[in-house]
């Protein structure tokens, strides 16, 4: 196999392996693409490893690919995942023979990686990560149109501020306390202040002009 001492070889049998791993964990394979990637990266790593570089190296390619796995499915939170990733490639590079070989096998699991969210668009998506995604939605149902008609109706109306505005503070309009912003306007607690828009529930105020 001494056809994976090239260093374009590698990225391309550490860019197959990525696409494969990584496309198991985002899509439903039935396994299929988590074999393949297996055995393609076990084809990389038994070629590589020597007495100076141990089993340590595959230890740590597992362990990232364990984090990205407990990310997507119980943390969802991404920094984990990051960790993992940064695992792999450190996994990946350092039995490299040298640097320009260290740096495409990178390139080629970044570059795989990135590529295996094209399955997506063919295979049912495993909805890893699903809790970083926001679902809902600001629907009549849930009440969100009758509070910006609710905010809508404050424009021309007046109150005083109850904070100091550096722009935004706190008003009190017929007795209800809003947040509100004077846009370039600084003002003092307790001035006479009147609605000048409202952009959804963003409520922009104006010191009152004295009659």
Do not use: C
Request: overall charge neutral; glycine content about 10%.
């Amino acid at each position: 196999m001494s056809w994976l001492d090239s260093p374009s070889i590698g990225f391309i049998v550490v860019f197959l392996g990525t696409l494969f791993l990584f496309g198991e964990l985002l899509v439903r394979a039935k396994g299929l693409f988590a074999l393949l990637g297996t055995l393609i990266m076990a084809l990389y790593f038994s070629y590589h490893l020597s007495g100076d570089v141990g089993l340590w190296v595959v230890i740590l390619y597992i362990l990232g690919l364990l984090l990205i796995v407990i990310d997507g499915k119980v943390i969802t939170e991404g920094t984990v995942a990051l960790l993992g990733v940064v695992l792999m490639i450190a996994g990946l590079a350092l039995p490299s023979p040298n640097v320009i070989y260290g740096v495409l096998v990178s390139m080629g699991f970044l570059v795989g990686g990135f590529s295996a969210s094209l399955f997506l668009r063919v295979f049912p998506s495993r909805k890893m990560w699903d809790k970083m995604t926001l679902k809902d939605r600001m629907t009549s149902d849930l009440g969100y149109n009758s509070l910006n008609d609710e905010y809508r109706s404050l424009v021309g109306k007046h109150g005083r501020t109850l904070s100091v505005f550096r722009p935004t503070g706190s008003v009190e309009i017929e007795g209800k306390q809003y947040s509100a912003s004077s846009g370039s306007q600084w003002l003092e607690a307790n001035v006479e202040i009147e609605v000048i828009s409202v952009d959804g529930t963003r409520i922009i105020v104006k010191r009152r002009e004295s009659e």
